[in-house]
């Protein structure tokens, strides 16, 4: 065995230099791997160059502003976040371009923005209702600065939105009255539409934004010289920007996309949304790759078919179970993977999981050392995840690595 750093970790707490995952990591660890991230960023950026988009990933999947940077040099043209905290985080490693795709209430988080448009931020934040623009007008009108805000447009049952034209048209006009905002376009959310027939339900509402899009601009409501209408998450993409192209709103507006999970992408939900995008669009290439696993040690075999690993929901997602991918002996080698056949994840704690192992698991030794049917503790397993916005938040750190298994990067998150 390789003698490994005693000092390294990349867990949730120091940061140092590591050989590679099966030696000298403290583990569990969140990976994400070198090969399938830069196929997948320059994927993304490839698909909304080709529809006449714009691409703004949704920055609160990963809070990582090493993988933001990447997506900046790939070509987006700025960063989606969620709240005004996590606004400032992006600014402060070096993202200029912020797109909240929240309303902005509350005086403090209004204080956060004011002070990043001061500092020369391009931010834009969304509304959907006449006391927020009110607060929003009153506000920026006392710190002098003009704030340039989207008009949301939601769907009934949904969550935020004005909920048809009239609501967008009389918001647009009640925006227009107030100095200190400047009205930069309309912004919506695909991914709370439902229906017996979704695809056709969110071409439908993709067709509504245009349309209210179209009539702000025709009435003279937005101010902004390009003005922009952006929609988008990770699921339905293709459809919206497939009506945006052929309403052709290029030649005017500015759409913009807003996928998020595609960076890292996964082994559960979104996966199977690509499945369906690609059955969409077949002649999509190749289509996106997961390249995120946790890996984690196996610490216990406490009885015949049973196997318990030191990894819980304070490192994984739990919206789905992890899927064990591969396995590996602690110290051996990255090409040499052991089998998972038939082993599954059939329960998570806080910091264990608990994992079935197929029939005919014999007790029996490897180097003088009890196994069964090929587990033994101190294993190695690399789980694929879904939904990695729920894993990302679990951690401080994450390994960038090759696929020889070697980290070549710490990544600080900042949630």
């Not at 040690?297 to 591969?326: F, K």
Request: charged residues 25%; contains cysteine; negative net charge.
């Amino acid at each position: 065995m390789p003698t490994a750093p005693t000092s390294w970790r990349c867990d949730k707490g120091t940061v140092e230099t590591a050989p590679d995952l099966l030696s000298g990591v403290s583990l569990p660890a969140a990976v994400v791997f070198e090969t399938p991230l830069a196929h997948n960023l320059a994927w993304m950026q490839r698909f909304a160059s080709e529809h006449g988009a714009r691409l703004a990933p949704h920055g609160k999947t990963t809070m990582t502003p090493a993988l933001f940077r990447r997506q900046l040099e790939a070509g987006a043209w700025g960063i989606t976040l969620a709240t005004a905290a996590q606004c400032r985080a992006a600014f402060a490693h070096g993202m200029a371009r912020l797109l909240m795709a929240n309303q902005l209430v509350g005086e403090a988080n209004m204080a956060i923005v004011a002070d990043l448009v001061e500092a020369g931020a391009d931010f834009y934040c969304v509304v959907d209702h006449a006391d927020n623009v009110r607060q929003l007008g009153r506000y920026f009108a006392a710190r002098d600065l003009r704030l340039q805000v989207l008009i949301e447009l939601g769907v009934k049952g949904g969550r935020c939105g004005c909920r048809d034209h009239d609501q967008v048209m009389a918001l647009g006009e009640l925006i227009d009255a107030e100095p200190a905002l400047v009205l930069a376009g309309l912004e919506g959310y695909e991914g709370v539409v439902y229906g017996p027939d979704p695809v056709h339900a969110v071409r439908d509402y993709a067709w509504q934004l245009v349309e209210a899009a179209q009539a702000l601009d025709h009435d003279g409501l937005i101010e902004l010289h390009e003005p922009l209408i952006t929609a988008s998450g990770s699921a339905w993409y293709d459809l919206i920007a497939q009506v945006f192209r052929e309403a052709h709103l290029g030649a005017h507006f500015v759409p913009v996309l807003r996928p998020g999970c595609y960076v890292v992408h996964d082994h559960g939900l979104y996966r199977e949304a690509q499945h369906e995008v690609l059955g969409r669009r077949p002649e999509l290439e190749r289509g996106l790759e997961p390249a995120l696993e946790v890996f984690a040690q196996i610490q216990s075999l406490p009885e015949p078919g049973l196997a318990i690993v030191a990894m819980g929901r304070r490192d994984v997602g739990g919206d789905r179970l992890p899927e064990p991918l591969r396995r590996y002996r602690e110290g051996g080698s990255p090409r040499k993977s052991l089998s998972v056949a038939g082993v599954e994840v059939v329960k998570l704690m806080d910091q264990h999981a608990f994992l079935r192992l197929p029939r005919g698991d014999e007790e029996d030794e490897e180097d003088g050392e009890p196994i069964r049917n090929g587990v033994r503790v101190g294993d190695i397993i690399a789980f694929g995840v879904s939904h990695p916005c729920l894993t990302f938040d679990k951690w401080r750190c994450i390994c960038l690595a090759n696929e020889r298994l070697e980290v070549t990067e710490e990544m600080i998150t900042c949630f």
